[in-house]
Structure formats: C-alpha cells, structure tokens
C-alpha cells in the first residue's frame, strides 16, 4: 500500500493561491492515478482534480477549473495542487488520494489510499 501526507494548507485572502504538496511513501508511486479532493463543513467529500500515472492527462471540477492545477513528480514521489484565485467557497479540508483504477473516476470509493488532509481557509 501507499502512505499519503499532505502540506501547504493555510488562511488566505480571497484572490491569492496555495499550493499543496502531497508526499507518498511505500509501494511505487507511479503505480497510482492521483487525485485531490475537499470537503467542507457539513458538507460531503469532493472530486477537485485528478492525473494519471504519467503525468500526462489531468481533469478538474468544473468548480476549480482554470484556477487549479495538479501536477505529479514521480521521481520525487509528490503531487501537487497549485491553486489560484481562491474563492471563500475554496475553504475546506483539502486530501489527496491513490486509485489503483485505470480509468478516470471522480468517485472516492475507487480511491483506495487517503491522506489526513490539510485545511484551506480563504477569507473574503
């Protein structure tokens, strides 16, 4: 299995940008599709972004698309999520995830490995 932990969370002003980080450790990295999620307040966990094992293809949340990026590093065994123009509707607890699926999915059931997550507060 993969151990995940997630960094770079924090407050910040609406209109500025995060990048978190996501180390992995354990089985081979690029044997993952890589995904973030988030999950608010009351509210359920959701898809933000995913990649694929080679970096190549990603897809976003129509919610964060054109203002985040995920990126992966496999020689580093990092993902990332660049996030830009944060919007107070941004704030939630940010996780990153493992899929040993080999399609595209946006489910958390076919993400096997989760981090502990990292908080996103954006304020107005």
């Known amino acids: 299995q993969v151990q995940l932990v997630e960094s770079g969370g924090g407050l910040v002003q609406a209109g500025g940008s995060l990048r978190l980080s996501c180390a992995a450790s354990?089985?081979?990295?690029?044997?993952?599709?890589m995904g973030w999620f988030r999950q608010a307040p009351g509210k359920e966990r959701e898809f933000v972004a995913q990649?694929?094992?080679?970096?190549?293809?990603?897809y976003y949340a129509d919610s964060v698309k054109g203002r985040f990026t995920i990126s992966r590093d496999n020689a580093e065994n990092m993902a990332h999520l660049q996030m830009n123009n944060l919007k107070p509707d941004d704030t939630a607890v940010y996780f990153c995830?493992?899929?040993?699926?080999?399609?595209?999915?946006?489910?958390?059931?076919?993400?096997?490995?989760w981090g502990q997550g990292t908080q996103v507060t954006v304020s107005s």
């Open positions: 990649v694929t094992r080679n970096g190549v293809w990603t």
């Open positions: 354990g089985r081979t990295f690029s044997n993952y599709r």
């Open positions: 995830a493992a899929s040993t699926r080999f399609y595209q999915t946006v489910a958390t059931s076919e993400y096997e490995y």
